[in-house]
């Protein structure tokens, strides 16, 4: 019996000193502001005032801050994740699920509420923008829709179509993408499609909107090595990295990009290229592809002068298609409205004459975003 209180006494008197050790490295060891494996902003140290600690505030923002800023936060992260779907046999982490080696992010129910004001609001920026325009609108559907079996939870896509069709603009012509594609055509630990892969439907996506564009064998395949996705940090598994690839011929080689910011009280503009190297140092490698989240791109392609203007509004899938598409027009806008109000677009000096108007968007971002 003296044995086994000598033994619990200890146990326990390790555990609180572990458990302290932990407690106090996490005060003063160096806070991150950014996970780059989880791709967000981690939380801080709260503020310590008599009022925040009177009102509970304190201790509730100082419990996400501890499990945040945990030391040896992301190897502890691993050993649940494996242990979970390797030893446990789990069948998803963090909503992330392996369907056939491919990370699978669950998305299950439709906010049919936020569905149909996203694409209302498409409605609206053609009668103030493009009275005179070709309307098209396309969905991709996410990774969900193409994994093995369908014996996850996702979308009812048949639901989900429904509401996108019965709120689009009127007159506006439909691009039917969704049996183009398979779950190889995007990147194993991301969200998004490989832009190798996609010649097929940028070629659709043309030719329903009357344009011509490059011939697939003018492009070349350029890689720039590994790429490790949003899911690859989010289900904090040992998966294999994807390689990053892009398209690249005369077209892309010789077209001007314009990014417009804001900056000093006033919109202005700076040129880059279709792919900057410069981004490939950033957070998310896929912002190679017409420098990433841009609230408003303009392309300019000396190479063709019939006069044509594409617009896109769009999210990030669409700055991997887009390049495929300026071989087609003599200028290509990208709008996205999840970081711009669209009411800015006559504010900001672009030039919106647009011979066609394209709304292409995922499932994800129609259910998730609000767009303005």
Aim: aromatic share 14%; charged share 25%.
């Amino acid at each position: 019996m003296k044995s086994a209180k000598v033994k619990n006494i200890i146990t326990s008197a390790v555990f609180v000193l572990i458990i302290g050790f932990l407690s106090i490295s996490c005060l003063f060891h160096g806070a991150k502001d950014y996970s780059e494996s989880e791709r967000r902003k981690l939380e801080q140290f709260p503020s310590l005032t008599l009022g925040n600690v009177l009102s509970g505030d304190f201790f509730k923002k100082f419990e996400k801050y501890a499990a945040d800023q945990f030391p040896m936060r992301e190897g502890f992260r691993s050993i649940k994740s494996v242990s979970r779907f390797y030893l446990l046999g789990r069948q998803e982490n963090n909503g992330i699920y392996i369907s056939n080696g491919i990370a699978v992010k669950k998305e299950t129910e439709i906010n049919s509420d936020r569905v149909t004001s996203n694409v209302k609001l498409w409605q609206s920026i053609c009668n103030k923008y493009f009275p005179d325009a070709n309307i098209y609108y396309s969905v991709i559907p996410d990774k969900n829709y193409y994994a093995s079996g369908n014996k996850y939870p996702h979308y009812d896509y048949n639901e989900f179509m429904k509401i996108v069709s019965s709120n689009a603009p009127k007159n506006s012509h439909y691009i039917n993408i969704f049996d183009n594609l398979a779950i190889s055509d995007f990147y194993s630990t991301d969200i998004h499609w490989k832009q190798e892969n996609i010649y097929g439907i940028a070629d659709k996506i043309a030719g329903a909107m009357g344009a011509k564009i490059d011939p697939k064998d003018s492009y070349r395949i350029e890689n720039l090595g590994d790429f490790y996705g949003v899911y690859y940090g989010q289900s904090a598994l040992p998966l294999a990295p994807d390689k990053l690839n892009v398209l690249k011929n005369n077209t892309t080689d010789c077209a001007k990009v314009y990014l417009y910011g804001y900056k000093d009280g006033k919109f202005a503009k700076n040129e880059t290229v279709v792919y900057n190297p410069d981004d490939l140092t950033s957070n998310d490698r896929y912002d190679i592809f017409l420098s990433g989240p841009e609230s408003l791109v303009e392309i300019e392609n000396p190479n063709n002068k019939n006069g044509k203007t594409l617009f896109v509004f769009r999210d990030s899938f669409g700055s991997s298609v887009s390049p495929l598409l300026i071989s087609g027009y003599e200028r290509v806008v990208l709008v996205d409205t999840r970081y711009m109000a669209s009411g800015l677009l006559n504010q900001i000096g672009v030039n919106t004459d647009a011979t066609d108007v394209l709304f292409l968007y995922t499932t994800t971002t129609l259910n998730d975003t609000i767009m303005r």
